[in-house]
């Protein structure tokens, strides 16, 4: 099974919006293994979005993200990856597809709602950065091979 970070941003969870993105990734199926309500560093943001350093939104960008809390989490399945990232459609909202969250939800570039890891690699870095191994569920297959029979 595949893993994947997601994080509903400052004004998803002032919006409400957690339950609403939280119930479309259990719909399609995947499983959530780690979860939780946090008020992120600028340490961590700057990890988190080391590839953006330098560039002209960066500084804007952490100061967003560290201006209330961040619900972060990690789900698993199988494709969780390239799923989500087409449940959460494009970067740009005003791009996004009706029906995706940044297309129902999000305002602009800036307030998109949503992150979601790009790649494996990435999901791997965003996940060890945000949460300890003990934070993260492991299901027992019994929990968990129905859904993928």
């Avoid at 740009?92 to 009706?98: C, F, L």
């Avoid at 998109?112 to 790009?118: C, R, V």
């Avoid at 060890?128 to 191994?133: A, G, P, R, V």
């Amino acid at each position: 099974m595949e893993r994947t970070f997601i994080a509903v941003k400052p004004e998803g969870v002032q919006r409400g919006l957690c339950g609403e993105v939280m119930t479309r990734f259990e719909k399609r199926g995947f499983q959530l293994v780690a979860c939780k309500l946090v008020h992120a560093s600028k340490t961590l943001l700057e990890s988190h979005y080391e590839e953006h350093k330098g560039k002209g939104f960066f500084d804007g960008l952490v100061a967003h993200m560290s201006s209330s809390p961040v619900l972060a989490m990690v789900w698993e399945g199988a494709s969780v990856i390239s799923t989500a990232r087409t449940m959460m459609g494009a970067t740009d909202p005003k791009k996004s597809a009706p029906g995706t969250i940044r297309g129902d939800y999000g305002i602009d570039m800036g307030r998109n709602i949503i992150h979601g890891s790009d790649g494996t690699e990435s999901a791997t870095r965003e996940i060890n950065l945000w949460f300890t191994k003990e934070e993260q569920i492991t299901w027992k297959p019994a929990l968990s091979s129905w859904l993928y029979e």
